[in-house]
C-alpha cells in the first residue's frame, strides 16, 4: 500500500481554470504539509496542517486554499491558474514528536499551466 | 532560525568512486538533520537522519553522514558510487517543533560510467 498517494500524478490545463489535487496517507501521521518544487527543484513548504488545523501558511497567493477534512486528507484547490503555477506539487506527512519526526512524500503532481 | 547550505549545485563522480555531498545547517538549537534523494521523476526518499544520538549516522544504499556541531556541518559520504545514485540530493533541517522542515536547494549528483 503507498503510504501517501495524491492524485492526478499530471495535470494539464488552461490558464484560468481551477483545479483540485488530492492527498491521502494511510500512515496514521497528525501532519501534512504541500510543497511546491520548481524547474531549479528548489522545494519550498506551502502549507501545513496538524490534526485537521491549517499550522503554517507561508506566503502563498489566495488562489490557493488546503482543505484538511480529517487528518488523513489533504487536498489543495488552485483558483484561476497562472503560468507561473506550473511546477510540481509534492504533498508529505509526518508525525510531530521527538524521534519520529522525518517525512514521507507523494510521488507529486506535475503542473502544467499553458 | 532554521536554514540550510547545500556547498555544491552539481557533483559529477566516476562509478566506483567516492561521494561526498556538502551540507552546513544553521540552528538556533540542536538540530534534527535529513538527507533526501530524489530520482527522476520520483518522490523525495529518506536516505538517513540526525536526531541527538550517534553523530555519524548510516542509512540506506550504503550512504552515511557526520554530523560536526563545530562545522556546523552534515556532509553526506558514500564510499564507492553506483550508477543508480545519480539522483537529487536535499539536505534538510527540521523545525523546532518539527512542524516545518527546511530544504536546502539541492545537489545533482551525476555518476559517469
Not at chain 1, 480529517?70 to 504533498?91: M, P, Q, R, T
Not at chain 2, 544553521?26 to 536526531?51: A, C
Not at chain 2, 558514500?78 to 522542515?101: I, L, T, W
Amino acid at each position: 500500500d503507498t503510504a501517501v498517494s495524491q492524485t492526478p500524478k499530471y495535470l494539464v490545463t488552461q490558464m484560468g481554470n481551477d483545479k483540485s489535487i488530492k492527498c491521502e496517507q494511510n500512515l496514521g501521521h497528525d501532519t501534512m504539509y504541500w510543497y511546491k518544487q520548481d524547474s531549479k527543484k528548489f522545494l519550498k513548504i506551502m502549507f501545513s496542517y496538524n490534526n485537521k488545523e491549517l499550522i503554517i501558511n507561508e506566503t502563498v497567493p489566495n488562489r490557493f486554499s488546503p482543505k484538511s477534512p480529517d487528518k488523513a486528507h489533504l487536498n489543495l484547490h488552485i483558483n484561476s491558474l497562472e503560468l507561473g503555477d506550473s511546477a510540481v506539487y509534492f504533498c508529505a506527512s509526518s508525525q510531530v514528536r521527538a524521534g519520529h519526526e522525518k517525512l514521507f512524500f507523494g510521488s507529486g503532481t506535475q503542473l502544467s499551466v499553458l | 532560525a532554521q536554514s540550510v547550505t547545500q556547498l555544491d549545485s552539481h557533483v559529477s563522480v566516476s562509478e566506483g568512486t567516492p561521494v561526498l555531498l556538502r551540507c552546513n545547517y544553521s540552528s538556533s538549537y540542536s538540530p534534527s538533520l535529513f538527507w533526501y534523494v530524489q530520482h527522476p521523476n520520483k518522490g523525495l526518499q529518506l536516505l538517513l537522519k540526525y536526531t541527538s544520538a550517534a553523530t555519524l549516522v548510516k542509512g540506506i544504499n550504503g550512504f552515511e553522514a557526520e554530523f560536526k556541531k563545530s562545522e556546523t556541518s552534515f556532509h553526506l559520504t558514500k564510499p564507492s558510487a553506483h550508477m543508480s545514485d545519480a539522483a537529487e540530493y536535499f539536505c534538510v533541517v527540521g523545525g523546532y517543533n518539527f512542524n516545518k522542515f527546511y530544504f536546502g536547494s539541492g545537489t545533482k549528483l551525476n555518476v559517469k560510467p
